[in-house]
């Protein structure tokens, strides 16, 4: 399923919504026509709902599927170790201290120039204890990922008000401080399977960092720890 968010309601000026329209249209024609010989869903937005209600609201028709692998348009998957897809669904519906695994941009968890990690950790990157391929971090990021549905049934979705202009890791990313579900795939040092190149369909239409006007926080919560 591929989502599209809307324009409206963005506050753009009359030649930014030009702009952002003839692009949005453009995407959404070449998205219908690969749906349509793969079969897949197209689901789209008359107004800017932002990422985390977008993303709610599709999951609705289908509401039975019980992972949710989610990935933006300006990347695609790939690397030079292939993913092991049969352990990541094995682990992610039978062991649970894992509901969310990402997929870096990276060879390591650390950067090989400083030693600093790529993101926060708890732990930092802790490998599993049955697993070298998962290495625990403190942090739910928007980048490809798996995810079990009840982690953002249960775990994402309660802290998004309907109205806000957010994004799941904007709530999230700020509450995970201490052992938690959250991983990265891959071996040490063969990590790298988030390309982050523009997707053929054209680079990004989205604003992402517009949430961060006061009027689209998610409520005092989220205002407040910005």
């Known amino acids: 399923m591929v989502v599209f968010d809307g324009v409206g309601e963005r506050g753009l000026s009359p030649a930014e919504a030009a702009s952002v329209g003839h692009s949005y249209a453009r995407k959404l024609a070449g998205a219908q026509r690969v749906a349509a010989a793969h079969r897949f869903g197209v689901v789209t937005f008359g107004r800017w709902v932002h990422q985390a209600n977008g993303l709610r609201c599709a999951m609705r028709l289908v509401p039975h599927t019980p992972l949710v692998f989610s990935i933006q348009e300006d990347t695609a998957l790939g690397g030079p170790v292939p993913i092991d897809t049969r352990l990541l669904r094995e682990r992610l519906t039978s062991d649970p201290t894992v509901y969310y695994v990402r997929f870096l941009g990276f ?30 971090v403190g ?8 995810a079990t549905r009840d982690a953002y049934e249960r775990r994402v979705f309660p802290l998004v008000q309907p109205s806000a202009k957010v994004s799941p890791e904007q709530v999230f990313i700020r509450r995970a401080r201490r052992s938690s579900g959250l991983w990265v795939y891959g071996k040490r040092g063969s990590m790298l399977h988030d390309l982050h190149k523009k997707a053929a369909l054209g680079p990004s239409s ?11 926080r998610n409520g005092a919560t ?3 720890r910005q």
Not at 206 to 216: D, I, K, N, T
């Open 206 to 216: 989205y604003g992402v960092y517009a949430y961060h006007s006061a009027e689209h």
């Open 222 to 224: 989220v205002a407040r």
């Open 107 to 136: 060879d390591d968890c650390r950067d090989p120039a400083t030693g600093q990690l790529h993101f926060q950790a708890i732990a930092p990157c802790t490998q599993h204890p049955d697993t070298d391929v998962l290495h625990r």
């Open 139 to 146: 942090e739910w990021s928007d980048r490809p990922h798996l």
